[in-house]
C-alpha cells in the first residue's frame, strides 16, 4: 500500500524557516500531483501548494505565495516545502497529498476531504512563535 510520510516539522521563531519533507513508499507516486495542505488549530484542511507531476507547474495560495517554495525530487519520490519568513499565522499541522487523476492547478480550489486524493501522509507540526 502507497504511504507518504511528512517530517521537518518543529517550533520556529517568526522570521525563521523551515524545510518539509514528504517521503513516497512507492515509485508509482512519481507519476501523480502533490500537494501541501495545512491545518491550523480550530480551523478547516486548507490548501498551501501543490506541484505537477513533472515538477514544471506550482501553484500556492495567497497567503504563502513569494514565502514558501514546493519542490520535488521524483529519483527519492521525495516532495519538499520550503518555508521562508514564516508567521505565527503558518502554526499549523501540515499534510503532503497524492492524486493520480486529479492536476495539481485543480487541487488549489478541491475540497481536502474529496476522494479525489489517493494518499495522505500523517501530519507534520509546525509551530511559529517567538
Known amino acids: 500500500q502507497e504511504q507518504l510520510v511528512e517530517s521537518g516539522g518543529g517550533v520556529v521563531q517568526p522570521g525563521g524557516s523551515l524545510r518539509l519533507s514528504c517521503a513516497a513508499s512507492?515509485?508509482?507516486?512519481?507519476?501523480?500531483?502533490m500537494g501541501w495542505f495545512r491545518r491550523a488549530p480550530g480551523k478547516e484542511r486548507e490548501f498551501v501548494a501543490a506541484i505537477s507531476s513533472g515538477g514544471l507547474f506550482r501553484y500556492y495560495s495567497d497567503s504563502v505565495k513569494d514565502r514558501f517554495t514546493i519542490s520535488r525530487d521524483n529519483t527519492k519520490t521525495t516532495v519538499y516545502l520550503e518555508m521562508d519568513s514564516l508567521k505565527p499565522d503558518d502554526t499549523a499541522v501540515y499534510y503532503c497529498?497524492?492524486?493520480?487523476?486529479?492536476?495539481?492547478?485543480?487541487?488549489?480550489?478541491?475540497?481536502?476531504?474529496?476522494?479525489?486524493?489517493?494518499?495522505w501522509g500523517q501530519g507534520t507540526l509546525v509551530t511559529v512563535s517567538s
Open positions: 497529498a497524492a492524486a493520480r487523476s486529479t492536476t495539481a492547478r485543480a487541487m488549489r480550489t478541491m475540497d481536502p476531504t474529496s476522494n479525489a486524493f489517493d494518499v
Open positions: 512507492a515509485r508509482t507516486l512519481s507519476s501523480y500531483a
